[in-house]
């Protein structure tokens, strides 16, 4: 594939369009696949610390998107090594049950080099006779250190065309039902899959809602629990359509809606190649709390050994959980 034909390609899924699209039609089965094809650049965000490996980082600056508008560095990681790569798919890989959700660059900047993941660490300050009489009527926290993190976004070209069931087509998530009746698995599996196919993919409007009927309404919702069985799904229905040689279907797509972000899940990484990391620099506002490295820094010197006979002043075995009132 000519380089023009790369850049034009990637040009054209910038928002996730498809390269073409197919309708397969066979065994009284029928859906409309999207392809995508081999060597194209998808992207996602992440919150994996590639910090912690001894890497060598190109710089560049660049204009913020969406954090200001003044000009911040561009760490770019872009000699990838086995070792990197396994240890971000061995992380990533306990996510979803090995499948990846991967997207535009837009949309996976929000979850990567836009995203701030640094964290906080409070702690109630007890005096003396609190620490001697716990009680959890808790007003104040304090802040003790800073831990800072932000995000990753990664690079990837597809090594093999991809073949997508379109999740946001009604026809397609119907005939999913049809499918589902016809999967090799009990009743109750049977049964989890319809039920998350609405909660993940359809409009619900009443309390009365029929999950044992096929949707007539579409509309994409993500969480955890529900993706996570769509997947399961995904890799049922795939395997089904391989066995009864109708389609190879690597996972799922759904194009950018007013109320959901455009995303691809496949459901292995196998035709994955990560070409780029790239993490943003910005100076953290922490408001005079100091990092945990140099919290820790500060107070090498005052630290003594955990014996029985400082227990008592010890606020971990006088632990209370605070009754929090809104």
């Known amino acids: 594939m000519?380089?023009?034909?790369?850049?034009?390609?990637?040009?054209?899924?910038?928002?996730?369009?498809?390269?073409?699209?197919?309708?397969?039609d066979k065994k009284g089965l029928n859906l409309n696949i999207s392809i995508i094809p081999n060597q194209t650049v998808l992207y996602q965000g992440t919150d994996f610390d590639f910090n912690k490996y001894k890497i060598s980082v190109n710089e560049s600056k660049t204009k913020a998107s969406s954090l200001g508008s003044h000009k911040s560095s561009i760490d770019n990681i872009e000699s990838i090594d086995d070792i990197i790569s396994n240890a971000y798919y061995n992380y990533?890989?306990?996510?979803?049950?090995?499948?990846?959700?991967?997207?535009?660059?837009?949309?996976?900047?929000i979850y990567g080099i836009d995203k701030d993941y640094s964290t906080i660490i409070y702690s109630t300050i007890p005096d003396l006779k609190e620490?001697?009489?716990?009680?959890?009527?808790?007003?104040?926290?304090?802040?003790?250190?800073?831990?800072?993190?932000?995000?990753?976004?990664?690079?990837?070209?597809?090594?093999?065309d991809l073949f997508l069931i379109d999740i946001g087509?009604?026809?397609?998530?119907?005939?999913?039902?049809?499918?589902?009746?016809?999967?090799?698995?009990?009743?109750?599996?049977?049964?989890?899959?319809?039920?998350?196919?609405?909660?993940?993919?359809?409009?619900?409007?009443?309390?009365?809602?029929?999950?044992?009927?096929?949707?007539?309404?579409?509309?994409?919702?993500?969480d955890a629990t529900g993706d996570d069985i769509l997947v399961e799904l995904f890799?049922?229905?795939?395997?089904?359509?391989?066995?009864?040689?109708?389609?190879?279907?690597?996972?799922?797509?759904?194009?950018?809606?007013?109320?959901?972000h455009d995303e691809i899940l496949i459901i292995t990484n196998e035709a994955l190649k990560i070409k780029k990391i790239s993490t943003r620099r910005l100076p953290i506002v922490t408001h005079g709390i100091p990092s945990y490295n140099k919290y820790m820094k500060i107070n090498e010197n005052k630290k003594i050994k955990y014996l029985q006979k400082n227990k008592r002043n010890n606020i971990l075995h006088n632990y209370i959980i605070p009754d929090v009132k809104k």
């Open 169 to 222: 087509n009604l026809h397609n998530i119907q005939k999913l039902f049809d499918i589902i009746d016809l999967l090799d698995v009990n009743k109750r599996i049977k049964d989890d899959y319809k039920y998350y196919l609405h909660t993940t993919c359809a409009f619900r409007d009443d309390d009365d809602y029929d999950f044992d009927n096929k949707p007539t309404s579409i509309n994409r919702n993500s």
């Open 131 to 160: 620490i001697n009489s716990p009680n959890n009527q808790i007003k104040y926290i304090y802040p003790l250190y800073y831990i800072a993190k932000r995000g990753f976004t990664i690079k990837y070209e597809t090594t093999k």
């Open 2 to 24: 000519s380089s023009s034909s790369k850049t034009r390609i990637t040009k054209q899924l910038s928002s996730l369009q498809p390269y073409m699209t197919k309708r397969i």
């Open 235 to 260: 890799k049922s229905v795939s395997k089904f359509l391989y066995e009864n040689r109708i389609a190879n279907i690597d996972g799922w797509i759904h194009y950018k809606t007013d109320k959901f």
């Open 92 to 109: 990533y890989d306990a996510r979803h049950n090995g499948s990846y959700f991967l997207s535009s660059q837009k949309t996976a900047n």
